[in-house]
């Protein structure tokens, strides 16, 4: 399983609200911990779905057997595009949430992590372990969906 590459030197790009942290507000050094070995395994795991989407759209699991169908199959290579489209749109999704995850362990570093974005308030430990990327509090999410 291959493991991702972790630039902790970026500029996370969530902004949190000056003035709306304080210095104790915060997840423990332990409840970090916790969350980064969440992060790191839905990471590895996305790493490696992301690394077969990338085989399949190169053809490199193909066993050579294109050459030995009629070439007059519209119906079917159509179906063939159709699906290396809809895989190709995976790959990108799978791709954008491997850098959100990226971000979140960079938050981790910077000790930011589980601050929400809008209000600077924490994030309910619920939340973070079902969607460890997030960088608002559900509140934040639907008053900014309206």
Do not use: W
């Not at 990338?54 to 490199?60: C, F, I, V, W």
């Not at 070439?71 to 159709?82: G, I, N, R």
């Not at 971000?103 to 969607?131: D, M």
């Amino acid at each position: 399983m291959k493991k991702a590459n972790i630039n902790t030197t970026q500029i996370d790009a969530v902004n949190i609200p000056s003035g709306a942290v304080s210095k104790n507000t915060g997840y423990s050094d332990e409840e970090l911990k916790e969350f980064k070995q969440i992060i790191v395994s839905k990471l590895d795991e996305a790493v490696s779905h992301y690394s077969f989407l990338k085989e399949t759209l190169s053809g490199a699991n193909d066993h050579g057997t294109d050459d030995t169908s009629p070439t007059f199959k519209l119906l079917e290579d159509a179906s063939d595009v159709s699906s290396k489209e809809e895989t190709a749109l995976h790959a990108i999704r799978i791709q954008k949430f491997i850098e959100q995850l990226q971000n979140a362990l960079i938050r981790i570093e910077n000790k930011t992590y589980g601050i929400c974005s809008v209000s600077g308030k924490l994030i309910p430990k619920e939340r973070l372990k079902s969607v460890p990327h997030t960088t608002k509090s559900l509140d934040a999410k639907i008053d900014g969906t309206k």
